[in-house]
Structures are given as structure tokens and as C-alpha cells.
């Protein structure tokens, strides 16, 4: 067990739909990370949250939108979905801001599924 | 883009020393490399990290040349529970990039 929570475990929903994904870090860590697995992608990083900033942007699509509030837990939203957004995603924390040594503690994934 | 390069794919057989390499294409110079490794369906988890020479925890050591365009895990006397996905990364930019991974399959 890592310390990172990510609720909910699975998801089913149709195109078109928005949904909110959820993410509690470890306690202490400051970071927030997301990122989207599919089969053909593999691991995509999405964006990182520092402290409630937003801190690196990867390959994060404008239908998506991402927070971290003051206690530190962050959602990440996803909307007008389509078929090709089914896919696990996971939320990961760590102590600092992204440092070369800050290590990345990962939550056991929400599993969208788009119908 | 992935800035490493690693092998697809890799067979062992339980009880025996796994050695995967990873390239680290332009590495900078503040970076460190990171292994991680991930099993079907959850987050990758840490394994390993270092910037150079050798580094030795209780499941892995890494190995790291001078010049540090490489690194090598290796996992000393694999079991069945060791098959998993195992990436390389350079830790220390903006966004972190995990590549494809190497898949290593440990068979009885």
C-alpha cells in the first residue's frame, strides 16, 4: 500500500458524459501527479500539481481540467468523453515539487470505462 | 517521446540473475535514473535510483557507468512474483516520461 488513495475503483459511463476522478496523497507530500494508461499508449503523464499550482503540463487534452485544493487531494475531470478515453488512470504524490530524487508513490488507478 | 531506450521484452527462469539494460538518450547533467516496476493492473512502484556508480537496495542494485548513458538492474535470484513491466526513466525535468518498459516474464 502506498498511501495514495484514488477513488472510485471503477467507472462506466457513455460518450458524451463527464466524469470526476478523485486523488488523496500520501500524508506530507505536496505533489500531485496524473497520468493515463491505455494499451496502445502506455503510461501518459498528464499534469502535476505542486502545493494548489499547477506545476508541469504533459499530454493533457483540453476536455480535460485537473485541481489540487487546500488539503492537498486533487480531481481530476474528465469531459465530453469518448471511446478512446477508456483507460486506467493513476494519480501519484511525493514529497516535493519534482526533483530529480522525489519519488513518485502511485494509487492503486481508477478504471474508466467509456461505452 | 521517451528519452530511453530498453528492451521490449525478457524470459528468466526463477532463481536466476535478470540484468536489463535501459539507454539513457541525453541524459542532463542534474538528472538521476530511476527504475520502476508495475504489475498488471496497478501504479508502477519505485524500485530503484541513482546518478552513478553502483546502488544497492534490499530488492535490486543499479549500475551506472561514467559516462551514464546506460543503466543496468539487476534482480538477483528472480521468482515467479517478479514478472512485472520495468521502466527506466531520467528523473529531473518538467514531465516525467516513462518509455514502453521492458517486460520481463519469470517462468517456473
Known amino acids: 500500500d502506498s498511501g495514495v488513495t484514488q477513488t472510485p475503483k471503477h467507472l462506466i459511463t457513455a460518450t458524451g458524459q463527464r466524469v470526476t476522478l478523485r486523488c488523496s496523497p500520501r500524508?506530507?507530500?505536496?505533489?500531485v501527479y496524473w497520468y493515463q494508461q491505455s494499451l496502445d499508449q502506455g503510461l501518459q503523464f498528464l499534469i502535476q500539481?505542486?502545493?494548489?499550482?499547477?506545476?508541469a503540463k504533459g499530454n493533457i487534452l483540453e476536455r480535460f481540467s485537473a485541481q489540487q485544493f487546500p488539503d492537498l487531494h486533487s480531481e481530476l475531470n474528465l469531459s465530453s468523453l469518448e471511446l478512446g478515453d477508456s483507460a486506467l488512470y493513476f494519480c501519484?504524490?511525493?514529497?516535493?515539487?519534482?526533483?530529480?530524487?522525489?519519488?513518485?508513490?502511485f494509487g492503486p488507478g481508477t478504471r474508466l470505462t467509456v461505452l | 517521446l521517451a528519452k530511453t531506450t530498453q528492451p521490449i521484452s525478457m524470459d528468466s527462469y526463477e532463481g536466476q540473475e535478470v540484468n536489463i539494460t535501459c539507454s539513457h538518450n541525453?541524459?542532463?547533467?542534474?538528472?538521476?535514473i530511476t527504475w520502476y516496476q508495475q504489475f498488471p493492473s496497478q501504479g508502477p512502484r519505485f524500485i530503484i535510483q541513482?546518478?552513478?556508480t553502483k546502488v544497492t537496495n534490499e530488492v535490486a542494485s543499479l549500475f551506472i557507468p561514467a559516462d551514464r548513458k546506460s543503466s543496468t538492474l539487476s534482480l538477483p535470484r528472480v521468482s515467479l512474483s517478479d514478472t512485472a513491466v520495468y521502466y527506466c526513466?531520467?528523473?529531473?525535468?518538467?514531465?516525467?516520461?516513462f518509455g514502453a518498459g521492458t517486460r520481463l516474464f519469470v517462468k517456473a
Open positions: 501519484a504524490s511525493s514529497v516535493g515539487i519534482g526533483g530529480p530524487t522525489d519519488t513518485q508513490y
Open positions: 500524508s506530507g507530500d505536496l505533489s
Open positions: 500539481y505542486y502545493n494548489g499550482e499547477e506545476r
Open positions: 541525453n541524459i542532463a547533467t542534474n538528472d538521476y
Open positions: 541513482g546518478y552513478k
Open positions: 526513466l531520467n528523473t529531473g525535468g518538467f514531465k516525467t516520461i
